[in-house]
């Protein structure tokens, strides 16, 4: 064997090597703080945190249907605010998507009868 050929076998090794590897995935890095205001309404908030994006999940187990008005503060990126319309029985997402490097999300929710 030539140096050329042993240098391409092993590069060839090094690599497949490489590919053979795990892929780790990112560590959420940021805390949520959520503060309800459910006003007695049934409903079940849970964050679920992405590593850059962050997904806020709704479960609505009472009888009528609730609006939840969500305040999301991730500093340093700019205040957002969404709403979501929850039907009895019903699970709802709603997500953020980062644009900047969070190191927080304080994420106020509010929740009142929708009015039909």
Avoid: H
């Amino acid at each position: 064997m030539t140096r050329r050929s042993t240098f391409r076998l092993v590069s060839l090794g090094l690599a497949l090597a490489g590919l053979a590897l795990p892929a780790v995935a990112s560590a959420v890095t940021y805390t949520v703080d959520v503060q309800p205001t459910l006003n007695d309404l049934p409903i079940k908030i849970e964050p679920v945190p992405f590593d850059g994006r962050l997904v806020m999940r709704l479960t609505n187990s009472g009888t009528v249907r609730v609006r939840c008005d969500l305040r999301y503060d991730p500093s340093p990126q700019p205040i957002r605010r969404s709403t979501e319309f929850i039907r009895p029985g019903q699970t709802v997402e709603n997500s953020l998507r980062a644009t900047r490097k969070w190191f927080s999300v304080t994420v106020a929710v509010t929740c009142t009868p929708a009015e039909r």
